[in-house]
């Protein structure tokens, strides 16, 4: 799949140092939109910028928001820090970022209070009044029926619902469930076949939610991620195209695997190496379902990967990388006409000025 490379630099505002690696392959096509659904990258159609965004992690109430951005023609990269220094966040908060309305958004926990900030053009970032208290976990977004949906687990351990038409307004809210869901872990949400799909923690397993009307007479349904077989070990994450819905994830036996429902949940091993930090999967125009992931150093395999399936099953690439032994952040997102795997060393201490971005580009 992959045959010619060249290596090149991007300089960021920062004065640190994006590293791009650039692969040269008749695929993936480039996609119409971004397909990444409630993580931290998102591509802004507004100046066709590609976005993403990490907590500057602090547990005493003075952390922040850092936003890099990469220019829709690539001959440059900025950063910022949004909300300083008033955010109070753990180890294992991530931001989630949408658009809609030709605004860009992204959603963070802060302590016990769920803050959001927004940008418009002409106007800049303006930070809205607590969206939500008694927040237990980080927040996950999706586009459905042309609203904004949010979701998080309260520190009561329910999953709170809210939607909005432009996502400042907000015009309700319910809950799916409640009682049994661990409040530091973060849901997952995605959108496939007319339904909105939210994974969430339990005590026992992972429970997978879903709902054709996501309002105040919305009904959610129910049932749960692998009753047999292996068990999704740490946060999954979901890929959706418009004939395929799958859940990638961690197993408890150590690799990386993929659920699917076909009438009933079925699962198969995407790598069997032990996956590090976090991951991400989206299918591409094209080119199928990609699946990015890393190996921490000290491990006989540390090196960023790219896994994709097609007719003739799973394929996989390495790039020998240094990549960092503590805990980092992994995430994907298409733009002109290229993949981009996005490695974030060190997310859990990222600093302003000694954060380091690794962006492999395909």
């Known amino acids: 799949m ?12 920062t004065g640190t140092v994006l590293a791009a690696v650039l692969l040269a392959p008749a695929q993936p096509a480039a996609a119409t939109t971004d397909p990444t659904i409630g993580s931290s990258a998102t591509r802004w159609s507004v100046d066709n910028s590609l976005q993403w965004f990490g907590i500057n992690y602090s547990t005493s109430g003075s952390g922040s928001v850092s936003h890099y ?73 999706a586009i459905f029926g042309g609203q904004l949906h949010l979701t998080y687990v309260t520190t009561s ?32 949400m995605g959108v496939f076949a007319g339904q909105l799909h939210v994974l969430a923690r339990t005590s026992g397993q992972w429970a997978h939610f879903y709902t054709r009307t996501p309002n105040g007479t919305a009904q959610w349904g129910g049932d749960w991620m692998g009753q047999s077989g292996v068990m999704i070990r740490d946060r999954p994450v979901i890929a959706a195209s418009t004939s395929e819905f799958s859940v990638v994830g961690a197993g408890t036996d150590g690799k990386l695997r993929r659920w699917w429902y076909a009438g009933g949940w079925r699962q198969e091993v995407v790598a069997n190496r032990v996956p590090a930090g976090l991951f991400h999967a989206n299918y591409y125009p094209n080119a199928g379902l990609h699946v990015a992931y890393a190996v921490n150093a000290g491990y006989s395999n540390a090196g960023v990967y790219n896994a994709w399936r097609d007719s003739g099953g799973w394929h996989e690439e390495g790039f020998t990388v240094s990549v960092p032994s503590s805990s980092f952040d992994v995430d994907t997102a298409a733009h002109n006409g290229s993949y981009y795997i996005i490695l974030l060393e060190n997310r859990a201490y990222l600093r302003y000025a000694a954060g380091t971005w690794r962006v492999f580009r395909f």
């Open 2 to 13: 992959r045959s010619t490379r060249a290596v090149r630099l991007l300089a960021a505002a």
């Open 157 to 188: 351990g329910a999953l709170a619902h809210r939607w909005s038409n432009d996502g400042v307004t907000w015009l309700g809210s319910n809950t799916a469930v409640g009682g049994d869901i661990i409040n530091r872990v973060t849901p997952v």
């Open 69 to 141: 951005y990469l220019n829709s023609n690539d001959t440059g990269a900025g950063s910022e820090l949004l909300d300083y220094p008033r955010v109070d966040s753990l180890p294992d908060d991530t931001p989630s970022a949408i658009e809609i309305a030709g605004m860009l958004h992204v959603f963070y926990r802060s302590g016990p209070s769920l803050r959001h900030a927004y940008f418009k053009s002409g106007y800049g970032w303006r930070y809205d009044t607590p969206v939500a208290s008694g927040v237990g976990s980080s927040p996950a977004t």
